[in-house]
């Protein structure tokens, strides 16, 4: 291999990460600060007061919800926009909205995905129309900017992940209140959780798909109609 060759590579994988970082960063303006996927309503219903709790809930989540719908989700995704696989884009999209419990869970979605389409049609990234599913949803157009930036399939899992994790941690700063420092030592605890739970993802078969997260969709549910509430989920 010519030296060139070799010091095209890092620049490559450089460009690569800056683009994973670009996606998952909060500054990102797509609204995901704006819903907390039934975690305000877990506050206010009493299920989680205090920073184990919280760790508890946040680790049930990201094992029985991430873990077995979107990380491998966007595994699958990000093949079938690798490969030109219409079809298959449709089918997981669909398939992801219909695990969607709640109105609020199903409208976060939505509205993620369609902010991030946006985003990408003024910075001329859009995907192929031929391809793209209608109306399609946060983790199918993620999918998309991940395989057109050069993402791998496992760091892509980690960077949703991870904002996933930041996102929550945000919540419970701004609706627990968590301090800052509580937050960080929660992070410290879940990061090698976050590498566990993108592991079983990656090996998870078509048939071990699907969150099994009653108490998130009880939470989400009744968020729908609190009195008071500062998020949208």
Same mark, same amino acid.
């Given at each position: 291999? +010519?030296?060139? #060759?070799?010091?095209?590579?890092?620049?490559q994988?450089?460009? *690569?990460?800056? $683009? !994973?970082? @670009?996606? /998952? #960063?909060?500054?990102?303006p797509?609204?995901?600060?704006?819903?907390?996927?039934g975690?305000? +309503?877990?506050?206010?219903?009493?299920? /989680?007061?205090? =920073? @184990?709790?919280?760790?508890?809930?946040?680790?049930? /989540?990201?094992?029985? $919800?991430?873990?077995?719908?979107?990380?491998?989700?966007?595994?699958?995704? @990000?093949?079938?926009?690798?490969?030109? &696989?219409?079809?298959?884009? &449709?089918?997981? &999209?669909?398939?992801?909205?219909?695990?969607?419990?709640? *109105?609020?869970? #199903?409208? =976060?979605?939505?509205?993620?995905g369609?902010?991030?389409?946006?985003?990408?049609? +003024?910075? =001329?990234?859009e995907?192929?129309?031929?391809?793209?599913?209608?109306?399609?949803?946060?983790?199918?157009?993620f999918?998309?900017?991940?395989?057109?930036?050069?993402?791998?399939?496992?760091?892509? !899992?980690?960077?949703?992940?991870?904002?996933?994790?930041?996102?929550?941690?945000?919540?419970?700063?701004?609706?627990?209140?968590? $301090?800052?420092?509580?937050?960080?030592?929660?992070? =410290?605890?879940?990061?090698?959780?976050?590498?566990?739970?993108?592991?079983?993802? !990656?090996?998870?078969?078509?048939?071990?798909?699907?969150?099994?997260?009653?108490?998130?969709?009880?939470? #989400?549910? @009744?968020?729908?109609?609190?009195?008071?509430?500062?998020?949208?989920?």
């Open positions: 291999m +010519s030296t060139d #060759s070799m010091a095209g590579l890092p620049a994988e450089d460009l *690569a990460l800056l $683009g !994973l970082l @670009q996606l /998952v #960063s909060p500054a990102l797509i609204g995901a600060f704006a819903w907390s996927q975690l305000e +309503s877990a506050f206010e219903l009493g299920w /989680v007061t205090q =920073e @184990q709790e919280l760790g508890e809930w946040i680790d049930g /989540v990201l094992e029985d $919800g991430l873990g077995r719908c979107e990380l491998p989700l966007l595994v699958r995704l @990000q093949q079938a926009w690798a490969v030109g &696989d219409a079809p298959a884009l &449709d089918e997981w &999209d669909g398939w992801l909205k219909a695990t969607r419990e709640t *109105a609020e869970l #199903s409208d =976060e979605d939505a509205r993620l369609a902010a991030l389409l946006r985003l990408l049609r +003024s910075l =001329e990234l995907p192929p129309s031929a391809l793209m599913p209608q109306s399609p949803g946060y983790v199918t157009v999918a998309w900017v991940a395989h057109q930036r050069g993402v791998p399939p496992r760091q892509a !899992l980690i960077g949703f992940a991870w904002a996933w994790l930041e996102n929550q941690l945000a919540v419970a700063c701004k609706a627990m209140p968590l $301090g800052h420092t509580a937050a960080q030592r929660l992070t =410290e605890q879940l990061r090698p959780r976050v590498v566990e739970v993108v592991a079983q993802a !990656l090996a998870r078969l078509d048939g071990e798909l699907g969150p099994i997260l009653p108490g998130l969709a009880l939470a #989400s549910a @009744q968020h729908e109609t609190q009195y008071s509430r500062l998020f949208r989920s």
